[in-house]
């Protein structure tokens, strides 16, 4: 019986250790030859070699390639990954690795040191490269990662694991290979593409609109004084990279009730159909900022109506697929149930986040520092809030006073650190320039929306819905006030990413899930988004730091 009590308290040590080992190395893997990679120069040697060019392209090339390749195996291994982890166990768990990882840091220094070196050899001086040396170099950077797999695990491991897993491992490589031939062709064809881009929105615009100027040499399209340059940037890869990999991620998801190879077919769909929108969407463009206002044009619905689209495609495409019998297998679905609980739940966090984000999207695209249209976030927020109210009454909303102190600090270090705190702003003189009546209209629907709206929507989204799907798959069943550094960590980071300064909202994303670890419950943390919100609010009218607004 002792000997059984030792080896289960032994067990999660021996766990931990082989965890920290595994993100140890992988780390070192995924630092060392970036970092040699930012020290060498290939400039700085022989330019004028075909040779040496050719080799130089190629290097440029094998990082994504490397990329590619990693991602493509863990995602065709994915299905194994259970066996191959306890595979991985049992072979480390013995093994001596520490002197292995310690030759590696010291061949990685040396060779860090001798690169710095390399980079002063020949030049244009030189007839020739520097081969040899050349050579050397790039063996020593697979002797640095050989060390790192045989630190990893022991030779017997790689050589059962290789043999068992060659058809998983030659798929990946021949779709990494497939993946960046496909980027060298598209970063070679974004010419064609603007070109195309160009034709087909000038075909759009010319539907519609008389006098129309058409530079074709330079891609110019505009109509009076207004005109674009549709340049690379404006062909519409962008989308196109968005919905191809938001769609293949949808397929990787849904996998087991769609028909395949059949559903492959939305790929090609959704690519078109981003792109066609996108000719549409600088066709518009042109006649917002030729009619309506240049300004509202370019810094609002030039980026924003992409986003748009991109939502518009992905989401019919689900919809179509899910309800066309060509791509969705019918039989995987028993009876038209009704909703889950889970299902139910997640609407009622998220919807009142999304609304607020459509909204914020809408806004933007379609007016210029119009700040009348906030008024739509609160609009759009406090429906989603009147369609969910029957979940938030089962919520438990009884707050103590460590939130609202919390949040309190948190306002009070938001507006100390404001780094716009002296420089004028726009909002104070449109304020001023309002009738009394308008102005304290606007005001108190900003500050409905900024203390009472906004810190629900967000905190539902974030710390009731995010903070526990982070701790398990099934959310509904952890919680309100669980724990877990993952979620702790990550949906704090996130948080700080919705705000334009990321530290201090990420800082303030980690206070918030204090509050909801003290309190237990949601409310807790809401109540303290609030506090912190009223004392921001407060202090940008009493003092007319309109920044902060």
Same mark, same amino acid.
């Given at each position: ?28 893997? =995924? ?19 075909? =040779? ?9 090339? %094998? ?27 049992? %072979? %480390? ?45 790039? =063996? ?86 207004? !005109? ?69 044009? !370019? ?110 600090? !948190? ?103 204090? =509050? ?23 202090? %940008? ?9």
């Amino acid at each position: 019986m002792a000997q059984l009590e030792t080896t289960a308290e032994t067990m999660p040590s021996t766990e931990r250790s082989l965890n920290v080992r595994a993100l140890l190395l992988l780390a070192m893997a =995924a630092i060392e030859l970036p970092f040699l990679a930012f020290l060498y120069d290939p400039t700085a040697i022989n330019n004028s070699d075909p =040779a040496w060019l050719w080799t130089r392209v190629i290097l440029r090339e %094998a990082v994504p390639l490397s990329v590619f390749f990693l991602a493509t195996l863990c995602v065709a291994a994915a299905p194994k990954r259970i066996t191959l982890s306890e595979a991985w166990r049992r %072979a %480390a768990a013995q093994h001596q690795w520490r002197m292995l990882l310690t030759i590696n840091v010291a061949v990685f220094v040396m060779l860090s040191v001798l690169t710095l070196q390399f980079n002063q050899y020949g030049g244009e001086t030189e007839p020739q490269p520097p081969w040899l040396l050349f050579s050397l170099w790039v =063996a020593a950077i697979g002797v640095i990662y050989g060390l790192l797999a045989a630190a990893f695990a022991p030779l017997s491991y790689w050589r059962e694991t290789l043999t068992s897993e060659r058809t998983t491992i030659a798929i990946a490589a021949g779709a990494a290979l497939f993946i960046e031939m496909a980027a060298v062709l598209s970063r070679q064809s974004w010419g064609a593409l603007s070109e195309a881009t160009f034709r087909t929105s000038a075909f759009f615009l010319s539907l519609y609109e008389t006098d129309i100027i058409i530079i074709a040499d330079k891609r110019v399209l505009g109509i009076g004084d207004f !005109v674009v340059n549709i340049a690379a940037a404006c062909s519409g890869y962008e989308g196109i990279g968005l919905v191809a990999t938001f769609l293949a991620i949808y397929l990787w998801i849904f996998r087991s009730v769609l028909k395949f190879p059949n559903v492959f077919l939305i790929l090609p769909i959704g690519i078109a159909a981003i792109w066609i929108l996108n000719s549409v969407r600088i066709a518009a463009l042109v006649s917002l900022g030729a009619h309506v206002s240049p300004e509202v044009a !370019v810094t609002g619905f030039h980026s924003q109506a992409g986003w748009m689209m991109f939502l518009m495609v992905t989401i019919a495409i689900m919809l179509a697929t899910h309800r066309i019998a060509f791509f969705h297998d019918q039989a995987a679905i028993v009876t038209p149930a009704a909703p889950s609980t889970a299902f139910q739940a997640a609407v009622a966090l998220l919807a009142p986040f999304l609304a607020m984000t459509a909204a914020g999207i809408l806004a933007a695209a379609f007016t210029h520092e119009n700040y009348w249209s906030y008024a739509l976030r609160v609009i759009a927020i406090s429906i989603a809030l009147f369609a969910c109210w029957r979940y938030y009454r089962r919520l438990d909303w009884r707050i103590g006073w460590t939130p609202i102190v919390l949040g309190l600090i !948190v306002g009070a270090a938001w507006i100390a650190t404001d780094p716009a705190g002296d420089a004028p702003d726009t909002l104070g003189l449109w304020l001023g320039a309002l009738p009394p009546a308008a102005m304290l209209l606007w005001l108190s629907m900003r500050i409905f929306g900024t203390i009472i709206l906004v810190p629900i929507a967000e905190e539902l989204a974030f710390r009731g819905y995010l903070h526990r799907k982070l701790i398990a798959d099934k959310f509904e069943n952890i919680a309100e006030g669980a724990f877990s550094w993952k979620a702790f960590l990550i949906s704090s980071a996130l948080f700080g990413v919705l705000h334009d300064r990321w530290l201090a909202g990420a800082l303030a994303g980690a206070v918030f899930a204090f =509050a909801l670890y003290r309190s237990g419950k949601i409310s807790g943390a809401i109540a303290a988004h609030m506090s912190a919100n009223a004392l921001i609010a407060f202090w %940008a009218i009493i003092f007319g730091q309109w920044s902060l607004l």
